[in-house]
C-alpha cells in the first residue's frame, strides 16, 4: 500500500489514568477490529517509509467499556489525537506530550510489537505493555456492555 493513500477508518481510543497509578503508568489503547485493522495497515506501510515521515490518528474519546477493563478506581483524560511519527533509530518506542499533543516516535524494529499489540486487541486480548519503563503503551480489549 503507498502510504499516502491511507484513510483512517474504525476507532482507536488512547488514554492514561489522570493520576498516574503505579499499577496502570504510562498511555492506554483500544480499538475496535476497523481500528486495529486500520493502523497495522499504517504502521505495516510505515515500517518500510524513510523516518522523519508523520501521520496523524484521530482517536475517539473512549467510555466505561474501554478504559474500566483494567480498573475503575481512576478518572481518564483521554488524547484526541495521535502523531506517529517514523523514528530513524531502529529501536526507538517513545512518546512526547507537548501543548495538548500526543506524538509517538517509533522506530522500524519497535513496529512488530505494536503490530501485535493490535492484532491481540482485535482478538479480544491484551493487559500487557510494550516501551520502557514512563514510555509504556498498554493494550487493553473493550467489554461488551
Known amino acids: 500500500m503507498n502510504i499516502s493513500k491511507w484513510k483512517q477508518s474504525g476507532?482507536?481510543?488512547i488514554w492514561k489514568y489522570k493520576s498516574d497509578?503505579?499499577?496502570y503508568p504510562g498511555w492506554h489503547?483500544?480499538?475496535d477490529k476497523k481500528g486495529c485493522d486500520s493502523l497495522i495497515e499504517l504502521l505495516s506501510s510505515l515500517s518500510n517509509e524513510d523516518s522523519g515521515l508523520k501521520r496523524t490518528i484521530s482517536l475517539s474519546k473512549p467510555d466505561?467499556?474501554?478504559y474500566n477493563v483494567p480498573?475503575?478506581?481512576y478518572k481518564v483524560k483521554a488524547e484526541a489525537e495521535l502523531v506517529i511519527?517514523?523514528?530513524s533509530h531502529d529501536n526507538d518506542f517513545h512518546f512526547n506530550y507537548d501543548s495538548n499533543k500526543l506524538t509517538l516516535n517509533i522506530g522500524s524494529l519497535q513496529i512488530p510489537a505494536f503490530v501485535r499489540g493490535l492484532v491481540d486487541?482485535?482478538?479480544g486480548r491484551g493487559d500487557y505493555c510494550i516501551g520502557d519503563e514512563g514510555q509504556e503503551l498498554w493494550f487493553w480489549?473493550?467489554?461488551k456492555s
Do not use: E, G, H, M
Open 11 to 13: 476507532n482507536t481510543y
Open 21 to 23: 497509578p503505579r499499577n
Open 29 to 31: 489503547l483500544n480499538a
Open 64 to 66: 466505561s467499556r474501554q
Open 71 to 73: 480498573t475503575s478506581q
Open 85 to 87: 511519527i517514523k523514528s
Open 121 to 123: 486487541v482485535a482478538n
Open 141 to 143: 480489549w473493550a467489554t
